[in-house]
């Protein structure tokens, strides 16, 4: 039997006073798996009404709570004594309730293993008026994983100190978690000067590397390129001698847009990675999975004890999609205490790859009029590509919201998660269910985001519905994002900021921890200001040909990013892998933004507030900066004057201990940096002090 929490009495007045007993046996008809206990009316009461008349109202509907462990069993009544053992059973149960009661279903302590990723709609949410609330129980800490346990480690190689366990055949992740960490597969590290690339894949010139084509499985081994701002991964399909062919489209796609596999930005300082072959077994904490043996390998770190560690396989790509329909959407849904762990994304590993263009997004699928030679037409952009702006994709999270309204995430954990962990209004194509975008009034507070394989959190799409929705459904409004934890993040997908923002209205991004990161710790706005009223001059030229693409449309109106608030966080040890972007980082017109009262540290020689192309009406004031390189960055696309593409920006009363300010801050831009300060190294004034000290989780 469910525990029913005592009910509350409700006086109402004469005018006011609706009859709504009603028996209980009618209500227990409705409910013929969950018995309610009967409720009868209480007696007049003494109590008196605003008009002195003795009246006594039907009780609110009694709460309803349901019990789950995975000690407990699926044919129990969910009730304390006897709980339900998986989440699909109470989720089941949930649905004969919510219609009438608020219902809380209590995880007892453990891990609860899914065997698919869980689906919540419209159904699971509260219906009229009532909550769902899924939590921890008292002194709980619930894990919804989707991986599995490795265990049996028995030495294979004694001169490499390589160590084996068996893991199911077929199981091929591209993460695994060794004692709560994600643990490196096997790679080594290439001088670019050693190939040649070429829209086929890349020829070995340097002999020091012909080694390449004695590896086994070829067909699994990947190539990684990391350059200014964009982590590129695709797959060998075999090697040739010195020509290594690559999967496609994968490799191609990398091959044209900006800061490019063949050419990056960062030029000889991009990096270029072999990965995922047993030979490249070398450093400890590496890894290594032969999918047709059934075989994990493995080489410890030093002092690490494989018959101690704890070694999990992730097995689902993704953990939980809630979304309904933009006609019917999740309403009042709620998750707290609960720790989410153990996915791994495996799209990257097949021809698609991951051709990364910023933060979650990336292009797929073949594209049109693609050029005869991209290394050389291609490494800054060109028609072909600007046609595909508008069709990125995005990563989908392990945890996905769209098409829902007050959904809250408070004091969850997510962790050991082989993506992005949390997406809020993504694409259609970002969520397991089909539909994207469409959230409203989401919660994300008091959570702790670690040791990720991708960014914590990423809000809204990249599609034209994204900035300009065809129905007014689609849109993303007032997300609030904080008093969270996150660092180390973005550990296998590196271009991807802490916390993305796209296309939203009112967001509010405040008192967050940030850190760990290496791109970008808070990133808001997208589309480079090709979007936004009258469309952008640098994207007209014939160089870009932006406008010449179908689809492509010049707006006259705005999109829906405005009035975001960035306050009160505390941003620090990122932009630890690329030199572009910014701790924290805007993109395109976003009217009413503030970015206050923020501050940012220890980020040597890297970029503190970027304001990049398009960005207008964002005010950044009373921050506090220390140790970076440059405290302010305004890309103000200068080689387009006189056209005007970032303006009507302010900066006030911002305190820097270091870095300088660049771009351009001048009256025909309407771009105003007035009353900052520089302030010696360590000779905070009190006030900056306070701004300091406030930053940062308020209410852990």
């Known amino acids: 039997m469910p525990h029913i929490e005592r009910p509350?009495?409700?006086?109402?007045?004469?005018?006011?006073?609706?009859?709504?007993?009603?028996?209980?046996?009618?209500?227990?008809?409705?409910?013929?798996?969950?018995?309610?206990?009967?409720?009868?009316?209480?007696?007049?009461?003494?109590?008196?009404?605003?008009?002195?008349?003795?009246?006594?109202?039907?009780?609110?509907?009694?709460?309803?709570?349901?019990?789950?462990?995975?000690?407990?069993?699926?044919?129990?009544?969910?009730s304390p004594a006897r709980p339900f053992a998986t989440i699909a059973r109470a989720q089941a149960a949930v649905r004969r309730l919510n219609a009438d009661h608020d219902v809380t279903v209590r995880l007892g302590d453990g891990i609860y293993r899914l065997d698919a990723p869980l689906r919540f709609t419209a159904a699971d949410g509260g219906q009229n008026g009532f909550t769902v609330r899924w939590e921890a129980a008292a002194g709980a800490h619930p894990v919804l994983s989707g991986g599995t346990p490795v265990g049996g480690w028995a030495l294979a190689d004694v001169k490499r100190g390589i160590w084996t366990a068996a893991i199911p055949r077929g199981a091929d992740p591209r993460q695994l978690w060794v004692d709560g960490h994600m643990a490196a597969r096997a790679s080594v590290r290439a001088p670019r000067s050693a190939f040649t690339f070429h829209e086929w894949g890349l020829d070995i010139t340097d002999p020091a590397w012909r080694f390449l084509a004695d590896l086994p499985d070829q067909h699994r081994a990947e190539v990684e390129s990391t350059g200014w701002f964009t982590d590129r991964h695709a797959m060998v399909d075999r090697i040739e001698g010195t020509r290594i062919i690559m999967q496609q489209p994968g490799w191609r796609n990398n091959l044209i847009g900006f800061d490019t596999a063949a050419r990056s930005v960062w030029g000889d300082n991009a990096a270029l990675f072999f990965v995922n072959a047993l030979p490249f077994l070398r450093e400890g904490g590496q890894w290594f999975a032969d999918p047709a043996a059934g075989k994990l390998y493995y080489k410890p770190l030093p002092g690490q004890d494989m018959h101690h560690?704890?070694?999990?396989?992730?097995?689902?790509?993704?953990?939980?999609?809630?979304?309904?329909?933009?006609?019917?959407?999740?309403?009042?849904?709620?998750?707290?205490?609960?720790?989410?762990?153990?996915?791994?994304?495996?799209?990257?590993?097949?021809?698609?790859?991951?051709?990364?263009?910023?933060?979650?997004?990336?292009?797929?699928?073949?594209?049109?009029?693609?050029?005869?030679?991209?290394?050389?037409?291609?490494?800054?952009?060109?028609?072909?590509?600007?046609?595909?702006?508008?069709?990125?994709?995005?990563?989908?999270?392990?945890?996905?919201?769209?098409?829902?309204?007050?959904?809250?995430?408070?004091?969850?954990?997510?962790?050991?998660?082989?993506?992005?962990?949390?997406?809020?209004?993504?694409?259609?194509?970002?969520?397991?269910?089909?539909?994207?975008?469409?959230?409203?009034?989401?919660?994300?507070?008091?959570?702790?985001?670690?040791?990720?394989?991708?960014?914590?959190?990423?809000?809204?799409?990249?599609t034209p519905d994204a900035h300009h929705p065809s129905r007014p459904e689609m849109a993303i409004r007032h997300i609030q994002i904080r008093d969270n934890v996150i660092h180390t993040v973005s550990q296998a997908y590196r271009e991807q900021a802490a916390i993305l923002v796209t296309y939203a209205t009112g967001t509010i991004i405040a008192h967050n921890d940030v850190s760990?990161?290496?791109?970008?710790?808070?990133?808001?706005?997208?589309?480079?200001?090709?979007?936004?009223?009258?469309?952008?001059?640098?994207?007209?030229?014939?160089?870009?040909?932006?406008?010449?693409?179908?689809?492509?449309?010049?707006?006259?109106?705005?999109?829906?990013?405005?009035?975001?608030?960035?306050?009160?966080?505390?941003?620090?040890?990122?932009?630890?892998?690329?030199?572009?972007?910014?701790?924290?980082?805007?993109?395109?017109?976003?009217?009413?933004?503030?970015?206050?009262?923020?501050?940012?540290?220890?980020?040597?020689?890297?970029?503190?507030?970027?304001?990049?192309?398009?960005?207008?009406?964002?005010?950044?004031?009373?921050?506090?900066?220390?140790?970076?390189?440059?405290?302010?960055?305004?890309?103000?696309?200068?080689?387009?004057?006189?056209?005007?593409?970032?303006?009507d920006n302010l900066a006030q009363g911002n305190w820097f201990d270091s870095g300088k300010r660049t771009g351009t801050w001048t009256d025909y831009l309407n771009n105003r940096a007035i009353d900052n300060v520089a302030v010696a190294k360590g000779q905070w004034p009190a006030e900056v002090r306070k701004v300091m000290d406030d930053a940062g989780v308020t209410r852990p």
């Open 309 to 462: 560690v704890a070694v999990v396989l992730p097995r689902l790509e993704s953990l939980m999609s809630i979304s309904g329909s933009y006609d019917v959407p999740v309403r009042d849904l709620q998750f707290r205490g609960i720790s989410f762990r153990h996915t791994s994304w495996l799209q990257p590993s097949g021809p698609e790859g991951y051709a990364s263009q910023q933060s979650g997004a990336y292009l797929a699928g073949d594209v049109p009029g693609y050029p005869a030679d991209p290394v050389r037409d291609c490494s800054w952009g060109c028609w072909p590509f600007e046609a595909m702006r508008n069709h990125f994709r995005q990563q989908p999270a392990a945890v996905q919201v769209a098409a829902a309204s007050r959904i809250v995430f408070d004091g969850d954990e997510f962790t050991q998660l082989g993506q992005i962990a949390l997406g809020i209004g993504n694409n259609a194509d970002a969520n397991d269910s089909g539909i994207g975008l469409g959230a409203a009034a989401v919660e994300v507070r008091r959570s702790r985001f670690t040791d990720l394989a991708g960014g914590a959190i990423m809000v809204g799409g990249v």
């Open 8 to 78: 509350r009495r409700q006086i109402l007045s004469v005018s006011t006073l609706v009859a709504v007993a009603a028996p209980a046996a009618a209500l227990a008809q409705t409910l013929p798996t969950l018995p309610i206990p009967d409720y009868r009316p209480p007696v007049a009461s003494h109590e008196q009404s605003a008009n002195n008349i003795h009246i006594w109202s039907r009780p609110a509907p009694v709460p309803v709570v349901l019990a789950v462990s995975p000690t407990g069993s699926d044919s129990a009544d969910g």
């Open 516 to 647: 760990g990161a290496p791109y970008d710790g808070i990133d808001i706005g997208w589309g480079w200001g090709t979007n936004d009223p009258g469309g952008s001059p640098v994207y007209y030229a014939v160089s870009r040909g932006y406008y010449d693409a179908p689809g492509n449309r010049t707006y006259d109106t705005p999109t829906t990013l405005r009035d975001t608030v960035v306050t009160g966080n505390r941003v620090h040890d990122v932009k630890q892998w690329f030199p572009d972007g910014g701790a924290i980082y805007h993109l395109s017109a976003d009217p009413g933004a503030l970015l206050a009262d923020n501050y940012v540290y220890d980020v040597p020689g890297g970029i503190a507030f970027y304001l990049d192309e398009g960005s207008r009406y964002v005010t950044i004031r009373n921050n506090v900066v220390s140790n970076v390189g440059v405290w302010l960055n305004l890309n103000s696309q200068d080689f387009a004057l006189p056209s005007r593409t970032a303006l």
